[in-house]
């Protein structure tokens, strides 16, 4: 396992996560992942660590409220969230993890604008 660190552009929330050698990571069309660029990897509650900036985070939530997009309300970056599909992990945004070397990383396309219809591929990965 990797111990990951990362989070937002300015810096004020930071995040570490546990990672294996490989992953694979979602990359979702519904609108606003393809709006923000969003990569998703799907963690369990124990790999995740909020280090710093739970006071800078803004909740935004929209369609069913049941997913919790997590903001820095300074610099405005996403770099993890409470997904509707894994209410009880971390989605982290892999664009705001630095990766060591030695992670392999495979990239799945995901139907979300049809998510009710796609969401069974995120339970077999």
């Not at 979602?26 to 799907?42: A, D, E, F, T």
């Not at 009880?88 to 060591?100: A, K, Q, R, V, W």
Request: proline letters at 3%; aromatic letters at 8%; a negative charge.
């Amino acid at each position: 396992m990797h111990r990951c660190s990362g989070g937002c552009h300015c810096g004020r929330v930071k995040i570490a996560v546990e990672l294996p050698d490989e992953i694979v990571v979602h990359r979702c069309n519904c609108s606003i992942c393809r709006k923000s660029g969003y990569l998703h990897l799907i963690v369990a509650a124990d790999q995740f660590s909020l280090l710093e900036g739970e006071t800078e985070l803004v909740d935004y939530r929209f369609h069913t409220g049941v997913a919790r997009h997590l903001f820095c309300g300074f610099c405005g970056i996403k770099s993890f969230y409470i997904p509707r599909s894994h209410p009880d992990s971390f989605s982290i945004n892999l664009n705001c993890i630095d990766l060591p070397e030695g992670v392999d990383v495979t990239i799945k396309e995901f139907n979300g604008r049809n998510w009710s219809e796609s969401r069974g591929q995120l339970s077999s990965d």
